[in-house]
């Protein structure tokens, strides 16, 4: 039988694309379901180029974008990417796409509007089919499209954008973690979106992102993760770290830091600086409610009960940008994939 959930990893494109392509390789040999890869120009090597890397080295997983954008990159680029990877794995490409944080903010542009993103969906999916579109005075059509389409997922966290999702995606990405009632709200929310759509919302595929360890000692491992509570905090998110009675007041800029909390290059550095804000308990509160951290046997009853809420995968994300999550691959492979049964096949 397949599995109930599917599960991926998440794969920043910190190496040259050939190294990521075999590593891709790894990633299937052990089990895993999808493949993940940022596309964020100033922090890594190009998404789309990495994904081919590993389109034409894997012969069974999905290669997904975590997440594209439609500003920094136009419609009609995306469509020629999306088309030229399906075409090197055959109905194995989901286009994930945002609104672009990472990759527009350091570069001082704006993320995009829901209007903007719907409007790039729609044109990415009709020229992906070969339908030819008006630009001022031009006129563009994709040779060689792909008439069936690319999936087209759409990562969303506030309430506008998960409605957003549910009208538009052919399903949507989270990216708040898996504690129970965020994730039930949030698959609330999409469902709704659908039905004002007209949609069915049963045909929306829903994955989940996560910081998943395997690890026998919660309190000791959790650390590792004080920068991204932090970052959550910078970013809005002190609502939802204080359903976990986590109360934290972080600074926008930490200029220590580089380039940022989230993305630092000296992990361990962040982490120190991080403490000055988050103590150990607060992140042990955030691993347990919020990751996917604990035993084999533990993560996967916690994928169980994540399924039963409406989602369909999880993308398992180690912590740090800069290193390829080669522990996460082994330990997850080895002992939590063999407890959910086996990969599904598309």
């Known amino acids: 039988m397949g599995r109930k959930i599917q599960v991926g990893v998440r ?39 990495t994904l081919y890397a590993s389109a034409v080295r894997t012969s069974r997983i999905r290669l997904v974008t975590a997440v594209s954008n439609v500003v920094t990159r136009h419609p009609t680029v995306v469509a020629g990417l999306a088309r030229s990877i399906d075409e090197a794995a055959p109905g194995r490409f989901v286009l994930g796409l945002g609104v672009g944080h990472s990759s527009v903010e350091p570069i001082g542009m704006a993320p995009s509007t829901g209007a903007q993103l719907r409007d790039g969906v729609d044109q990415i999916r009709r020229l992906v089919r070969g339908e030819e579109l008006a630009y001022g005075e031009g006129r563009a059509r994709i040779r060689d ?40 709200r949030a698959v609330g929310l999409i469902r709704e979106g659908a039905v004002e759509a007209g949609r069915d919302p049963d045909d929306l595929q829903i994955t989940v992102a996560a910081h998943t360890m395997v690890t026998d000692d919660i309190e000791r491992d959790a650390r590792i993760l004080k920068p991204v509570v932090a970052t959550i905090a910078q970013k809005g998110g002190r609502g939802a770290l204080e359903l976990l009675g986590i109360r934290v007041d972080v600074p926008a800029h930490v200029p220590e830091v580089t380039p940022d909390l989230i993305h630092a290059e000296d992990w361990d550095l962040a982490v120190e600086v991080s403490s000055r804000w988050i103590s150990d308990a607060d992140a042990a509160a955030f691993a347990r409610g919020f990751c996917l951290f604990g035993s084999a046997t533990d993560i996967a009853e916690r994928l169980d009960v ?34 959910l049964g086996d990969a599904a096949h598309e």
């Open 145 to 184: 499209p792909r008439p069936g389409g690319v999936p087209v997922h759409i990562a969303a966290t506030g309430p506008r954008n998960l409605r957003l999702a549910g009208a538009i995606g052919d399903g949507a990405i989270l990216l708040s973690g898996v504690a129970a009632d965020p994730l039930r």
């Open 11 to 49: 794969v920043p494109p910190c190496r040259p694309a050939s190294e990521i392509g075999e590593f891709a390789r790894e990633v299937e040999r052990a089990g895993f379901d999808a493949l993940y890869v940022p596309d964020s120009q100033t922090l890594w090597r190009d998404a789309y180029l």
């Open 306 to 339: 994540i399924a039963d809420l409406g989602i369909t995968s999880v993308f398992m994300q180690h912590v740090g940008s800069w290193d390829l999550p080669e522990r996460l691959v082994h330990s997850v492979g080895r002992e939590v994939l063999p407890l």
